[in-house]
């Protein structure tokens, strides 16, 4: 199935009407790429799930003033990003984007320099097309180099990349337009590619960006954000230090599912190796969702260094096990059940990847407690209707 998709994407790109060598062109990306920004999955924030089209400078001032405050930002969550809407629809006599006059008067460099005293990072939003998704704003299609060169000497720090009113040309070709621009632009430039997962990104993206959309976008509720799990986890072996797939931003906080489903939501994406990044109000953010986004545990599964994207490794009708590998010959395993009754769920060391006669620690990681008992071959544990078990096995002597 990989081959044929992988034949498809080659022989999509080939079909442009311009000269696209698939196969040099990865070599010459994986140079442009080198920018060493993504050894471990991006953490921070985005206006988009929350505010939609409705942000402006004071907003994203005061929500880089609560990611401090509440410890956010201690834990990894360094990016502040600006999605769509916030420039002029028309460019300046130069061609350049234009900050929008009345949500950010006080232009992009100054809410930049605001964000770097907080010793945060600022992103923003553009498109590989000739509008934004929202029609609000132009598009960075054929104003790439002018573009890149614009927001490095705002100190943008990352680029969030989406792939609306693309004029019907493909991924595989716009994208690495922009990847040459941000390598040429002289600061370092997060490349977060937003295009849904149309073309396989997966198979390409990691000459082209520092992660890539897998899906199409979430929606807060429970069945939407397991489906895109779901489609993300096919990618699974496609993700690594430097690029990593991208199932979509984290609704946790926006009131959609309940905090045990939420509690999935965040397992999932961090074992999956996701980028983190928050999608609610963090200025109004609750002891609950604070608590979920703050877990530092989970956290470090998801920053674990050795960059395994975990797999969904056996289905037992509702009962799901998903298993990776971390650092220090640890294995982490999430027991999810997605259905409407409890059960228990067994987690088998042939599953799992630990050698038949290993003996390992549990250490549950929403219960922050170590178990005292001793388990061999596997490991079983009662879950509960749409409830989550997530452990860190740690073999012992």
Same mark, same amino acid.
């Given at each position: 199935?990989?081959m044929?998709i992988?034949m498809?994407?080659v022989?999509a790109?080939?079909g442009?009407g311009?000269t696209?060598?698939?196969?040099?062109m990865?070599?010459?990306?994986?140079n442009?790429?080198?920018?060493?920004?993504a050894n471990?999955?991006?953490?921070?924030?985005?206006?988009?799930?929350?505010?939609?089209?409705?942000i402006?400078?004071?907003?994203?001032?005061?929500?880089?003033?609560a990611l401090?405050?509440?410890g956010?930002?201690k834990?990894?969550?360094?990016?502040v990003?600006?999605?769509?809407?916030?420039?002029?629809?028309?460019?300046d006599q130069?061609g350049?984007?234009?900050?929008k006059?009345?949500?950010?008067?006080?232009?992009?460099?100054?809410?930049?320099?605001?964000?770097?005293?907080?010793?945060l990072k600022?992103?923003?939003?553009?498109?590989a097309g000739?509008?934004?998704c929202?029609?609000t704003?132009?598009?960075?299609?054929?104003h790439e180099e002018q573009?890149?060169?614009?927001?490095?000497?705002?100190?943008?720090?990352y680029?969030k990349?989406?792939?609306?009113?693309?004029?019907?040309?493909?991924p595989t070709v716009?994208y690495?337009?922009?990847?040459k621009?941000l390598?040429?632009?002289?600061?370092?430039?997060f490349?977060?590619?937003?295009?849904?997962g149309d073309?396989?990104?997966a198979l390409?993206?990691?000459? $082209? =960006? &520092?992660?890539w959309? %897998?899906?199409?976008d979430?929606k807060d509720? @429970?069945?939407?954000m397991?489906?895109?799990?779901d489609?993300?986890?096919y990618?699974?072996e496609?993700a690594r230090p430097g690029g990593?797939?991208?199932p979509?931003?984290?609704? $946790? =906080? &926006?009131?959609?599912m %309940?905090k045990d489903e939420?509690?999935i939501? @965040?397992s999932i994406w961090?074992?999956?190796?996701?980028?983190?990044?928050?999608g609610?109000?963090?200025?109004?953010?609750?002891?609950?969702?604070?608590?979920i986004?703050g877990?530092?545990?989970?956290i470090?599964?998801?920053?674990d260094?050795?960059g395994?994207q975990?797999?969904?490794v056996?289905?037992?009708?509702?009962f799901?096990?998903w298993a990776?590998s971390?650092s220090r010959?640890?294995?982490?395993v999430?027991?999810?059940?997605?259905?409407?009754?409890?059960?228990?769920?067994t987690?088998?060391w042939?599953?799992?990847g630990?050698?038949?006669?290993?003996?390992v620690v549990?250490?549950?990681?929403w219960l922050?407690k170590t178990?005292s008992?001793r388990?061999?071959g596997?490991?079983?544990?009662t879950?509960a209707s749409h409830t989550?078990k997530?452990?860190?096995?740690?073999?012992?002597?």
């Open positions: 199935m990989l044929m992988t498809m994407v022989q790109a080939a442009e311009r696209y060598e698939y196969k040099s990865q070599s010459e990306r994986r442009l790429l080198a920018n060493g920004l471990t999955p991006q953490m921070g924030w985005n206006s988009w799930n929350h505010f939609y089209c409705n402006n400078e004071t907003m994203i001032r005061e929500t880089a003033d401090v405050s509440t956010l930002a834990l990894g969550y360094k990016y990003n600006i999605d769509d809407c916030w420039a002029e629809l028309n460019r130069k350049n984007l234009v900050p006059k009345t949500t950010f008067p006080s232009g992009i460099k100054a809410l930049s320099d605001y964000v770097h005293n907080k010793a600022l992103g923003i939003y553009s498109d000739s509008l934004t929202s029609k704003m132009p598009g960075s299609l054929g573009d890149a060169k614009t927001f490095a000497s705002w100190g943008i720090d680029l990349y989406d792939n609306c009113n693309n004029n019907e040309i493909k716009r690495p337009i922009m990847t621009a390598m040429n632009a002289g600061r370092p430039i490349f977060s590619l937003c295009e849904w073309m396989h990104p390409w993206g990691s000459t $082209v =960006g &520092n992660s959309r %897998t899906t199409n979430i509720n @429970f069945d939407s397991m489906q895109i799990a489609m993300n986890e990618y699974a496609y990593w797939n991208d979509d931003m984290l609704e $946790v =906080g &926006n009131g959609g %309940t939420y509690i939501h @965040f961090a074992i999956s190796k996701a980028p983190l990044i928050i609610c109000d963090v200025r109004d953010i609750s002891k609950e969702t604070l608590n986004l877990n530092r545990e989970v470090a599964v998801n920053q260094r050795l395994v975990a797999k969904k056996r289905t037992e009708g509702d799901e096990v990776g971390l010959y640890r294995v982490v999430l027991l999810v059940s997605r259905g409407p009754e409890p059960g228990p769920i987690a088998h042939d599953d799992i630990l050698p038949p006669n290993t003996t549990a250490r549950d990681l922050h178990s008992q388990f061999a596997k490991l079983t544990a879950v989550c997530m452990f860190i096995l740690k073999p012992v002597a």
